[in-house]
């Protein structure tokens, strides 16, 4: 029974509470919403006008067109924009967020927030063509605000974080297909313009439509990736843990969730403070300890080591340890089941966003000049829990992994650095042309309530490496992985092919750390995704080829938001081919279901893989790398 | 031939427009936005098993398990086959034997009295197509006579074996 929800012991131990507290949980609303609509699923119901709803019949035995005439193609297509820019606007709006916020820095009107990586400051500022010789930190740091906020502006040239990111190749291809964003938001609202009623009927003109909104979602991530270094820190390795034994009985047990650091490193910097702490301790607590949920959870990992506490669908669980004193949110992936959940319990839901309000939580609005005063508001209504629960009895599972993170492209470069310090790529290369390296997956996305929680993850991190294939993480797919130990030393011990063990041990051995990296190098939060394209470009134009030429792929085998599926049309637009464990609802559409999963691969050199078996889909992955390795001319291996 | 509510399993998707239909039926207004105040209740239920979705529905049956177990005599099978407790002679007495005894579990209690409520055939309009069939967009359910769904369902075998 438990089986079927979630492969995460802590998960299993929670469930049972809940089960005996008749507390409601994600599984149950999600049976109760069995059997879901085969019109939503197959992407086959219109509600874009007040003529509607319309439904399109899959078995051609009813209405085959909605009642202004859009076919089942058009409407499929147009509902897959919607997803688009949706993604496309969170993470955009993340970005934005973080654009004002450097702005203000450089101003100096955000005293709680300053830049700590001028390095990287500078090579964002150089990479988008500016001169900074002679100017100030605040000066390149007010231009490469203004070109960030540029972005979401009307104009005629094409996106900079796309421009200055992607490979000649790739450029050329977008131009030619126009499908080049000139504005973030622009290339959003004109998905929504064209997909309400009466505007583009053509299916495969919508896809365009779409991939350009997916293009002004990299951008978004690319944007939040550099902002958030600039701002925090770029990630160097780091070592931490991964699942609810990071919760502390005797500490004021804090969880950060949602997506931007702008809010969560804010609660970090007060949770240090002297004055914060004398509170907790005057409570009765050893101290405060602050974890991590979803992105911003990755986010205050990357940079801080901060733990983190679970991910995703099981985003209530932790609050049935009676130890979680407060959840703190910004926006995004946050279930408005937590306010429910959470008031068996007194843990106190905060929300810290103007537009992300929810029903019985505590409201307190965190914005740049008043971040620090907030932040300490907000750990003090933690403190008052922890004293009302003080003596009460908690039930923290015994469950957590040793966790290595921090795998910016930056200190991936620099490791590789460890082995030849004038071409640090040089060492990746050659593994990847000897074969020690077959190729590399990316894992990204959420967890679905329709697949056993990280069962996809797992079976597949199996399968790849145990043949050599490298892997990369973000979100709660890297979540996912933490929380069953893959992102260590011991699970390349354990699961790596000899050719992946020998490499991974090279460059551990070499930046001193005594053992083999992981397996999979957690990159950070899915707008951290972009790190991946960093690295696939840098490949691609020292080997001079372009991207739909590497032996690489990704992979969502869990996905369920709509980010995820902007992510995986850009994937799939740079060329890389791109699975998806979950079927998306696309396929009332045959021209669509066909264009997505094979045209794409002629027009884009990407392609979407829908397979819900994760052995078979892994499978697929590795037989996209060996028909790549081919094309290179490199030697092949069967699986 | 009388004419049957008839499951075509494979063509229900699980959109319950059959569900909300049989509740709006039952209404005072017989419309969506009259009947929402009202909350009434449907007499069908779409469910999942496994991949099969499908609506399960009072099968009038010509042996009925709830009217034997009635101790009221309120449910009846009325001359037309219909199986129900609306409208007659007796009045139900909410002691739950047909809930217990029916074998699709379709006979539910009444959101404010303590009365059975279930399929009434109450809902069929001049045609005598009740509300479920006209409802389903999939041709799901159907409201026919056996030899014809036989029929169809033999040439549509035919058709997919040669």
Known sequence: MTAEKSCDPSVNEMLQIAKKKGISTVWDRYRAQLPQCGFGESGLCCRNCVMGPCRIDPFGDGPDKGICGATADTIVARNLNRYIAAGAASHSGHAKHLAHVLKKVSAGKAADYSVRDEAKLVAVARRLGFETGGLTVSEVAGRVADAALAEFSEREEPLAWVESTLTGGRLAKFKELGVMPSGIDAAISEILQRTTMGVDADPVNNLLGGIKGSLADYAGCHLGTDLSDILFGTPMPVFSEANMGVLKEKFVNIALHGHNPVVSEMILAAAKEDAVLDQAKEAGAEGINLVGICCTGNELLMRHGVQALTHSVSQEMPILTGALDAIIVDYQCVYPSLTTVAQCYGTKVVTTMGIAKIPGAVHVEIDEENALVKAREIIALAIERFKARKDAPTFIPDVKSSVVAGFSTEAIVGALAKLNAQNPLKPLIDSIIDGNIQGVVLFAGCNNVKVPQDSNYLAMVKELAKRDVLMLATGCGAGALARHGFLTPEATEEYAGPGLKAVLTAIGMANGLGKPLPPVLHIGSCVDNSRAVDIAVALANTLGVDIKELPVAASAPEYMHEKAIAIGTWAISLGIPTHLGVVPPVVGSSLVTSVLTQGAEDILGGYFIVETDPVKAAEALFAVIQKRRGGLNLATRAW | ?162
């Not at chain 2, 969506?32 to 099969?52: D, S, T, Y």
């Not at chain 2, 739950?96 to 309009?125: E, F, H, S, Y």
């Not at chain 2, 001049?126 to 056996?146: H, N, Y």
């Open chain 2, 1 to 162: 031939m009388e004419k049957e509510i008839l499951v075509d399993f494979d063509k229900c998707l699980g959109c319950r427009s059959c569900e909300v239909a049989c509740a709006i039926s039952h209404s005072s207004d017989k419309s969506l936005l009259g009947a929402i105040g009202e909350k009434p209740q449907k007499r069908l239920f779409v469910e999942q098993a496994g991949k099969l979705k499908a609506p399960v529905t009072c099968r009038h049956c010509e042996q009925p398990h709830c009217v034997s177990a009635c101790i009221a005599g309120s449910m009846q099978k009325l001359p037309d086959g219909t199986v129900t407790n609306s409208d007659t002679r007796h009045k139900c007495t909410g002691c739950w034997m047909c809930v217990m005894v029916c074998p699709n579990g379709v006979i539910r209690r009444a959101r404010t009295d303590k009365k059975a409520v279930k399929c009434d055939l109450q809902c069929v309009d001049d045609q005598g197509v009740p509300a479920c069939v006209a409802a389903c967009p999939t041709k799901a359910l159907v409201f026919m006579e056996i030899d014809e769904f036989n029929a169809l369902k033999r040439t549509k075998h035919l058709a997919g074996i040669l």
